[in-house]
């Protein structure tokens, strides 16, 4: 298990074949090829949403391009990724939150120090490694150090030099990865070309396969990656084949950032540009919307996962995660992407069977969505819906052009949730929002009750009880309550609600650690 989802996370960036065991590695000499520096835009930053099998979000991974400058005495491109599994992946079956630094030659693309942090459960590692390649000419190398392998990449360099080459129709590029302490001989083939279709638009890609010479054990992945036919040659899916079901990386977001006036040189850089310096990686958008978030309860890279349960039942029988991803270019809109993901646990299949996804991408100035995408599956029904909202003229679309008329400044069950965090909740103040509930607009009610103090395990947190009610007939139906923190941050801590199944509890089990 522990195996499997670290090749979930690190698929997304490329090379996940590559870090397992193979039955055959050898040394290959260092192999030339032209080299673009278009894919090295310093402020690059690519989001990628991962999913496998029947988890449609198990993970997401961010690529910056963060800095070119002298670092440890060379003219440098400085690369980060951050990969991280999401959702019920992270809560229950394997939780991974990993950082990468990849300082690379301008020249060449050759990495010479890679750092990373690795978290893992209760366990974090922070490591470096030296590859020593030459500034310059990679096929006549300085004398090494004896952990020193010339020509050689780790996996995030490699991505970034993959997309530096031609990547002409029926060309075979031959390279070498070292993850740990191996060496592996790998080669691209471009396949041909596809037209793919994200959440972010549609792209004429260029289609390669990641192969490795006589390793089959490797090659059963059937690792493959979709690059967008232009000069960056951005990866916009990777998949790969594993027992169990497909992993796929797709893009989620990318946003082109303005360089930063260089600054004054420090021992280990020179130049320092594009910030922030550490993901979770954002995109930046109108001075207005970057004040407007800065005041807001949640920042970007924010996650909440729920246990739920059922009745008087100590037992899980769910588990939900809320998370606030990047902030970029979706849909020609300036937005953030809310994500939520909620499936039953085994515990409760025998009387039901649910594993939702919702993504709601909202304007970062009035928090209101302009589209959100479903994926339900209760039970045998599967429910796959698309609403395109414009609300400047009250109109939501769904994917087949039926048009709702909806009040202006009316809210998707997701983006919701953020939106009650940011109003004035002091008791007995009384809110009310639009909402779309079933495709239909419904006025909700957010009652501030009272200030208490509940328990949470050994924990007693004050919090504000908060009633939700419609303005349909039975108003209080469904007996919505919610416990929000009393302190800036305003977090759900505790939601409760009557179904046919019987009472219903979600609480908060993970204090989400954000970014500063």
């Known amino acids: 298990m522990k195996r499997l989802f670290a090749a979930i996370a690190t698929a997304s960036i490329i090379l996940t074949a590559l870090v397992l065991p193979a039955s055959s590695q050898r040394k290959g000499e260092v192999v030339t090829f032209p080299f673009s520096e278009a894919p090295y835009r310093v402020g690059e930053r690519l989001t990628y949403n991962v999913s496998f099998s029947n988890f449609i979000s198990a993970a997401h991974v961010e690529l910056f391009v963060a800095a070119r400058g002298t670092f440890f005495g060379r003219d440098a491109f400085e690369l980060r990724a951050h990969v991280e599994t999401t959702g019920v992946v992270s809560a229950a079956l394997y939780a991974l939150n990993n950082d990468y630094t990849t300082y690379v030659d301008q020249s060449t693309g050759l990495p010479f120090r890679a750092q990373e942090v690795v978290r893992e459960a209760a366990r974090t590692s922070d490591t470096s490694s030296d590859f020593n390649q030459p500034a310059s000419n990679p096929a006549v190398p300085d004398k ?172 899980v029988v769910g588990l939900a995660s809320f998370q606030v991803r990047a902030r970029s270019r979706y849909f020609d809109h300036d937005g953030l992407m809310l994500t939520v993901t909620a499936q039953t646990t085994n515990a409760a299949q025998r009387l039901f069977f649910a594993n939702d996804q919702v993504n709601s991408y909202i304007d970062p100035k009035t928090l209101l969505p302009f589209r959100t995408d479903l994926k339900l599956v209760e039970g045998q029904k599967r429910t796959t819906e698309s609403l395109t909202i414009n609300q400047d003229y009250g109109t939501a679309t769904s994917a087949k052009g039926q048009k709702i008329e909806i009040p202006v400044g009316t809210h998707d069950c997701l983006s919701i949730f953020y939106a009650i965090r940011s109003m004035n909740l002091t008791p007995p103040k009384r809110n009310a929002l639009s909402i779309m509930v079933n495709n239909r607009p419904r006025t909700l009610f957010i009652s501030s009750l009272s200030r208490e103090t509940i328990q949470f395990g050994s924990q007693k947190i004050r919090a504000i009880q908060l009633s939700l009610t419609t303005d349909d007939p039975q108003s209080d139906k469904f007996a919505l309550r919610a416990w929000i923190s009393d302190d800036d941050r305003r977090l759900p801590l505790r939601l409760t609600a009557t179904t046919r199944l019987g009472p219903l509890r979600a609480d908060l089990v993970i204090l989400p650690v954000t970014p500063n």
């Open 144 to 315: 090494p150090a004896a952990a020193g392998f010339a020509g050689t990449y780790d996996f995030l360099s490699a991505l970034y030099r993959l997309r530096a080459l031609p990547l002409g129709e029926g060309s075979t590029y031959p390279f070498t990865v070292r993850a740990g302490s191996q060496e592996y001989q790998a080669e691209l083939k471009v396949k041909g070309h596809e037209m793919i279709r994200t959440n972010v638009g549609s792209f004429n890609a260029i289609v390669s396969e990641i192969r490795m010479p006589n390793n089959s054990a490797i090659n059963d992945y059937r690792l493959r990656i979709y690059f967008s036919d232009d000069e960056r040659h951005v990866p916009i899916l990777v998949t790969a084949k594993v027992r169990s079901g497909e992993i796929r990386a797709v893009i989620a977001g990318s946003q082109l950032v303005p360089e930063a006036p260089a600054k004054q040189p420090t021992p280990s850089a020179k130049v320092a540009v594009a910030p922030p310096q550490s993901p979770p990686l954002t995109g930046s958008g109108s001075p207005i919307a970057d004040e407007v978030l800065a005041a807001l309860p949640f920042k970007v890279g924010e996650q909440l996962n729920y246990q739920v349960y059922l009745g008087g039942n100590q037992e």
